[in-house]
């Protein structure tokens, strides 16, 4: 009998189990041995497909190519261990600056490094891909491909900064294993619905910053279905309004930003109240009203909390001051109020606080502040101290003096002296103590801090010397800025600083009357500023060469003189100002790229057409030119098209004539434009009512001829300064001018216009309140021509008698001047609901009838012309509610009666009342007088009246005793004068009896 084996069912299991490891040992053995074959060949045909339609300057994927190498091993390509499936393309711009709305640390992504171009379908055929990055790149006017959807084992995608735009695909949402999903700072980029990411169940990160998501009414109830969603980005996604939710389902957010949205109430955000485990959250750049909400106290795990550039007003809650947790908090730009509590030193994790420009705030650094240790930024401007700056350096020694970076106090009322404190400060990297009233010189142990790459000392009262000891360690300096101070630069001629600025500011400092030759050494300057220094010197030759990077050079209100050569070949310069020198000779060509340039007072002379019309088909970025008071000649030539970005221009005082050339008409951003005091002539052109901008216009002091145009006032909508004095314009004023609603000054003096003021005057309604100010300044046109020093609107305007130049305060002014004109009839009664203007100068006209009697209505009211007309009546008593008049000239007309009493009536000269029939102080001619009135030899209209009726009185009693009395006294007079009246009684009755 044949015993047949009994193979048991462990044995077999035991045999599979060695033919698996025999089997992955062969496997392992291929992979490693020199068997090994690379890259799957379809997909690294993908991969060459992919790079053809891509530009790639910066030769990124210069490892690409056709040579039969092994894919895996090209640069951003990641493949299986095993398999050799690609897995990852790392294609992202290697130089991308991610952007970060508190820190502040967003740049675009260097272009050379951008790989440029479209997206080849050849994607696909990476059926294994888990890792896409795109981000930084440039697929500009190109939609995010649908495609993408069919990668499904996709775990990471990211887009961002890669300029697609378009709607972002719905087939998104079949990426079921996704986690991270960026597609921020696209744009424009928008969706209609975000139904297709509640798919996306394992969803980590999502970021759609900068998408539009307008019109997605559900991206609240759709994100709250995300269940693993760790950090969320929405900034500058247009969202405005939603449903909150009652319970946030967002049990694992960690990061939350909603900034930059248009949000105003902040209790529509009242679901965040539930989010506990959340750590990061950025609200700013919204427009949130109000006390700070207190459900944000919940969140009691909170590191970083950004509120800034709110409106949040009344005082920080106290709950603020119990986050232990937290490492950096931002308040910055509210409208926070009342004192800082001393309760901030409990926040003992805190590394960088920004409780600036709250400009209500106030505070009194405590000594316990000196506690937290973990400090590194604090940002305090525009809050208000008022201590002196050694009292607080004291405070922050210790321990925060070990590792405190940056330190701003810019603006809050500091005082006190500099003392050698700071060089304690061993890891300082940015000080900025500007705009304060910090007095002394400034230590030489400064110097020693050999960590400060920026140093702002700006607009204090310091003074002294400053030498090459206070640099000598500063070797990492790069922002320097003492400006606006008394101090005195003293180095070696032949000094070489060992830093290398970026920055410098000595605005007002004393320098010497040569150009300092260490500025030479300095190669990467981009901006200088040594404007008011001293200098008495020429524009060395070598310089230019020397400062090849700079973009803002400010060499105004100096002695320097001399030519300046042509700037056609110093590219990078945006920004000039070499004002109030004594430069001459032509006007320099400079580089197409410049945006200002202000030549103003100095000596140029000769034509500018060399300087308008060279390179006319270069497309020109000015912005700003002020070539005022010069010595520049000839016609304006015709070539203005070339310079069609232009919003600032300023021609006066020069010797130009002429005609305006049409093509002024096409510079339509134009807002200033002064061409006062030359020699301009004709009329004004049609074509220049294209400039539909114009904020200020100023032709005064030429001899332009014709009416008044109509359509300025149907074009200049946004018109504030009007400036026609001194022309020989002529006809009637148009009644257009009412539509200026925002005009503040109107000046028509000297010309030859005639007829009646329109009634609808009135209608100016920037000078009824002064409500504008804020909104609408004519200080600031939007221009910033140097760090801190914004292009100012100038007037020169006669105010109380005489000529005065007006900028920084121009924006508070309301004039109107109509005087020297030949004016008619009365003064429209509309006028004296121009409350808030300051100066009327009617003088020297043909006005008839009596002043307005509610001129008293005109509070703001300074000075007031009305002298050499035909106004007749008495002076308003009303006049004596305009408590700011001090300037007055009413002589030369008719007026009668006695000058009303009150404080500003009688301080003016008699000069002011002359040449009228008045009375009273100021005047020398007494009221108690008998005067003469036109037509009349009794007198004072007064007395007349007066004597009249006292005539009337004595009559009147006179009469009435002779009669009465005799009745009183004579008893048979009394009889027979009751007798007749009863007799006549009796005869009326009988006719009354006939009548009936």
Not at 824 to 845: D, F, M, R, Y
Request: net charge negative; charged share 15%.
């Amino acid at each position: 009998m044949v015993m047949k084996p009994v193979i048991s069912m462990s044995s077999v299991v035991a045999l599979l189990f060695l033919e698996l490891l025999a089997l992955a040992a062969i496997n392992i053995c291929l992979c490693s041995g020199s068997t090994h074959v690379g890259c799957i060949e379809s997909e690294r045909r993908a991969l060459l497909r992919l790079k053809k339609d891509l530009k790639d300057p910066s030769n990124r994927l210069a490892s690409w190519n056709g040579d039969g190498g092994d894919c895996c091993n090209w640069a951003g390509v990641v493949c299986h261990n095993f398999t050799n499936h690609v897995l990852e393309l790392h294609l992202g711009n290697p130089h991308l600056i991610r952007y970060s709305t508190s820190d502040g640390l967003y740049q675009p992504p260097l272009e050379r490094s951008k790989l440029v171009g479209k997206l080849n379908p050849s994607l696909l055929d990476f059926k294994q891909l888990i890792y896409l990055d795109l981000s930084g790149n440039s697929f500009k006017r190109f939609k995010i491909p649908t495609y993408l959807g069919s990668l499904r084992n996709l775990k990471y995608l990211d887009l961002s900064y890669a300029g697609f735009e378009g709607m972002i695909p719905h087939q998104l949402g079949n990426l079921s294993n996704l986690q991270h999903l960026d597609l921020g700072q696209n744009y424009p980029l928008y969706v209609d619905n975000l139904s297709w990411l509640s798919s996306l169940l394992s969803l980590k990160h999502l970021d759609l910053s900068v998408t539009s998501l307008a019109n997605a009414s559900d991206w609240l109830t759709v994100v709250n279905s995300l269940p693993s969603l760790v950090e969320l980005r929405l900034s500058s996604c247009e969202l405005q309004y939603f449903l909150p939710l009652p319970i946030a389902n967002l049990s694992s957010l960690v990061t939350l930003d909603l900034s930059n949205q248009n949000f105003y109430n902040p209790l529509i955000c009242s679901w965040i109240f539930g989010l506990k485990n959340v750590v990061f959250i950025d609200l700013s750049f919204n427009n949130f009203e109000g006390p700070i909400p207190d459900g944000f106290q919940n969140l009691t795990s909170l590191e970083h909390f950004d509120l800034s550039y709110n409106n949040f007003n009344l005082s920080i809650p106290d709950w603020f001051y119990r986050f232990s947790h937290l490492r950096f908090l931002s308040l910055q730009q509210n409208y926070l109020t009342g004192m800082v509590s001393s309760a901030i030193s409990n926040l003992t994790s805190i590394e960088r606080l920004d409780l600036s420009q709250n400009k209500l705030l106030q505070w009194r650094i405590p000594r316990s502040f000196g506690r937290l240790c973990n400090l590194r930024s604090i940002i305090l401007s525009d809050v208000r101290l008022s201590q002196e700056i050694s009292e607080i350096l004291n405070i922050l020694l210790g321990c925060i003096s070990d590792g405190l970076e940056s330190l701003n106090l810019k603006n809050t009322q500091l005082s006190g002296h500099l003392t050698n404190q700071l060089v304690q400060f061993k890891s300082l990297d940015s000080l900025t103590l500007s705009y304060n009233s910090i007095s002394g010189s400034i230590p030489p142990s400064l110097g020693e801090i050999s960590s400060l790459a920026f140093l702002d000392l700006s607009s204090n009262n310091l003074n002294g010397e400053i030498s090459e000891v206070h640099f000598v360690n500063l070797t990492r300096l790069s922002v320097l800025s003492i400006s606006g101070n008394s101090l005195t630069l003293k180095v070696n001629h032949d000094w070489v600083p060992l830093f290398q600025l970026e920055e410098l500011g000595l605005r007002s400092c004393t320098l010497g009357s040569q150009f300092p030759s260490w500025l030479h050494s300095q190669k990467r300057l981009t901006y200088l500023d040594i404007s008011n220094t001293g200098i008495s010197d020429t524009i060395p030759g070598n310089f230019w060469k020397s400062h090849s990077q700079l973009s803002s050079l400010n060499l105004s209100r100096n002695q320097i003189f001399g030519e300046i050569p042509t700037l056609t070949l110093a590219t990078r310069l945006s920004t000039i100002d070499f004002s109030s020198n004594n430069l001459s000779g032509s006007l320099p060509t400079i580089s197409s790229d410049v945006s200002a340039l202000d030549l103003s007072h100095n000596a140029f002379s000769g034509s500018i057409f060399h300087f308008l019309c060279s390179r006319m088909n270069d497309s020109k970025h000015l912005q700003v030119l002020n070539l005022r008071n010069n010595s520049l000649s000839g016609r304006l030539p015709n070539c203005w098209m070339s310079w069609s970005e232009l919003e600032i221009l300023h021609l006066a005082n020069n010797e130009f004539t002429g005609s305006l050339p049409t093509s002024m008409g096409t510079l339509h951003d134009l807002r200033s434009l002064h061409l006062g005091k030359n020699s301009f002539s004709g009329m004004i052109p049609m074509s220049l009512k294209n400039c539909t901008q114009l904020e200020a216009l100023d032709i005064g002091g030429n001899e332009f001829v014709g009416n008044v145009p109509t359509w300025i006032g149907e074009t200049f909508s946004s018109m504030r300064i009007l400036s026609f004095h001194s022309n020989k314009f002529h006809g009637f004023l148009p009644v257009e001018l009412c539509y200026l609603v925002y005009l503040q000054i109107l000046d028509l003096s000297h010309n030859n216009i005639y007829g009646p003021i329109p009634r609808c005057i009135g209608n100016f309604s920037a000078m009824e309140t002064m409500r504008y100010f804020s909104e609408n300044s004519i200080m600031y046109l939007g221009y910033s021509v140097f760090s801190d020093d914004w292009f100012i609107e100038e007037a020169s305007l006669v105010m109380k008698g005489t000529t005065a130049e007006y900028n920084t305060i121009l924006n508070l002014v309301r004039y109107i001047d109509l005087s020297h004109n030949n004016f008619s009839g009365e003064i429209p009664t509309k006028v004296t609901s121009l409350g808030a203007l300051q100066s009327l100068n009617l003088s020297h006209n043909s006005f008839t009838g009596r002043i307005p009697q509610s001129i008293g209505a005109m509070r703001a009211l300074e000075s007031i012309d009305l002298s050499t007309n035909q106004f007749d009546g008495e002076i308003p008593q009303s006049i004596s509610n305009l408590t700011f008049l001090s300037f007055l000239n009413f002589s030369n007309n008719n007026l009668i009666g006695k000058i009303p009493l009150s404080t500003q009536m009688q301080s003016f000269d008699a000069s002011s009342f002359t040449g009228n029939e008045l009375c009273g102080p100021p005047l020398p001619k007494n009221c108690t007088e008998i005067v003469p009135t036109p037509g009349s030899e009794t007198g004072n209209e007064d007395e007349v009246d007066w004597l009249f009726y006292l005539s009337i009185a004595v009559g009147f009693i006179v009469g009435f005793w002779s009669v009465i009395g005799s009745l009183l006294v004579n008893r048979r007079w009394k009889y027979m004068y009751c007798h007749f009246l009863d007799c006549l009684v009796d005869k009326l009755r009988s006719v009354v009896r006939k009548c009936c």
